[in-house]
């Protein structure tokens, strides 16, 4: 089985500052993908970026990178140069490419960027 | 529409009543997958279609839920005899393929939800 892990339930930003949004994982599964989504208020899950298990670059889409530690299972989500709707709720998600298996996400954490 | 579309966006209902929530997929998406999303949680797989496959069931809690996928493309997700424990907003996503060829082919596009409240 799968778990993603999110231990910051809410994180605080100062607008234009960097934050970065933990995430670990554990999987037995040697070939898998990591997601991050972004949730505003209006309650739609927004694609934000992806990492393959066998890449070897971390990701990085905009202001958005991932910083993918693979020995220690771990895929944070960094994003620069903080915006106010940034604000949102962010999941962490992985899925195994064995079979045809399903994003298992984790709790969420809250950022809220202040002026 | 250019994204996922779901209907009703909210739902009010009585304990007992059945439900039924609709889920329409982004044009040429084979895979349709439904989530619940509990007041503070992440997202729980519910169910999961692939083009004519069966589906996979495996994340449905209890035979009072149901969906089906009519003609590969809308979904219906259904609730009967609903319980307050089922109030969630209700998540649909859709991605190209399920598994199999490039990574980016498989990323779930999800709709706004439906805001399921069951008194």
């Known amino acids: 089985a799968q778990k993603i892990t999110q231990t910051q339930p809410g994180m605080f930003v100062q607008e234009k500052e960097a934050v970065t949004l933990d995430c670990t994982y554990d999987?037995?599964?040697?070939?898998?993908?990591l997601f991050w989504y972004k949730q505003p208020s209006s309650g739609e899950m927004i694609f934000l970026i992806y990492?393959?298990?066998?890449?070897?670059q971390n990701a990085t889409e905009g202001r958005y990178s991932l910083n993918f530690q693979k020995a220690r299972k771990s895929a944070n989500l960094v994003i620069s140069a903080s915006q106010l709707g940034d604000s949102a709720m962010y999941f962490c998600?992985?899925?195994?490419?064995?079979?045809?298996?399903?994003?298992?996400f984790g709790k969420g954490t809250m950022l809220l960027v202040s002026p | 529409g250019a994204g996922v579309s779901q209907s009703p966006s909210n739902k009010v209902t009585e304990k007992g009543k059945d439900v039924e929530l609709r889920c329409d997929p982004i044009?040429?998406?084979?895979?349709l997958y439904w989530y619940r999303q509990s007041l503070g949680q992440g997202l729980e797989f519910l169910i999961y279609?692939?083009?004519?496959?069966?589906?996979?069931k495996s994340g449905l809690p209890s035979d009072r839920f149901s969906a089906e996928r009519t003609g590969g493309s809308v979904s219906t997700l259904t609730i009967q005899r609903t319980q307050q424990e089922d109030s969630a907003v209700y998540l649909c996503?859709?991605?190209?393929?399920?598994?199999?060829?490039?990574?980016?082919?498989?990323?779930?596009?999800f709709g706004a939800g439906t805001r399921l409240s069951v008194l």
């Open positions: 279609f692939q083009g004519n496959s069966a589906p996979d």
């Open positions: 996503a859709s991605s190209l393929a399920a598994a199999g060829g490039r990574e980016s082919k498989n990323i779930q596009y």
């Open positions: 998600a992985m899925r195994v490419h064995s079979g045809y298996s399903t994003l298992t």
């Open positions: 999987t037995s599964d040697p070939s898998y993908g």
């Open positions: 990492q393959g298990s066998y890449d070897q």
């Open positions: 044009s040429g998406h084979t895979a």
